[in-house]
């Protein structure tokens, strides 16, 4: 490893602890970036600059969408702009109450990236802001109903240790 990169490393480890979410400032151009690393030495360096809010908010507890102010789509992930009429004057608005699981699947042979987690549980929550939520099931795969009530938490992932969301059964 490069020491630019172990050094964005530890300061991604200490924004984990401090903030939830392992985010680097780039000291060139003060860009915020988003830091990961995992098997196979996959970096991942993305800008988040314009979508900042969702990861300060996430460290809040709550999970963000943008709504385009002209057109009203809503977006999840967040995006800052519309691909659907252009516009890139967006709204924040949390992705909250009881959604409804809407299908989920059940990871048996994992991707070798994954190879260190027990089986688990993806699925799609329509939340009732009208948005579709493609998460980790946090909760006992066997008890899963396509159907259920669901809500969306927020919590840690291990070993990566950053926050992220999670569909829960209520
Ligand atoms: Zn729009």
Redesign the pocket.
């Known amino acids: 490893m490069s020491d630019e990169t172990e050094k964005l490393k530890e300061s991604a480890e200490e924004s984990k602890k401090k903030f939830g979410s392992p985010i680097v400032v780039d000291q060139k151009t003060s860009s915020s970036l988003w830091f990961d690393q995992r098997e196979l030495n996959v970096r991942y360096l993305i800008s988040i600059n314009r979508i900042k809010k969702f990861y300060e908010e996430l460290s809040k507890g709550k999970v963000m969408a943008t709504k385009?102010?002209?057109?009203?789509?809503i977006y999840f992930p967040p995006q800052s702009y519309?691909?659907?009429?252009?516009?890139n004057?967006?709204s924040w608005i949390e992705l909250s109450g009881s959604g409804e699981l809407l299908t989920y699947t059940i990871i048996n042979v994992k991707p070798q990236s994954f190879s260190h987690y027990p089986d688990y549980a993806i699925g799609i929550a329509k939340m009732p802001q009208g948005v579709n939520v493609l998460a980790w099931i946090d909760g006992d795969v066997r008890s899963l109903r396509v159907g259920m009530k669901v809500r969306l938490e927020v919590k840690r992932r291990d070993p990566e240790g950053y926050l992220t969301y999670w569909i829960k059964p209520e």
């Open positions: 385009c102010n002209k057109c009203g789509e519309c691909n659907k009429c252009g516009s004057s967006m």
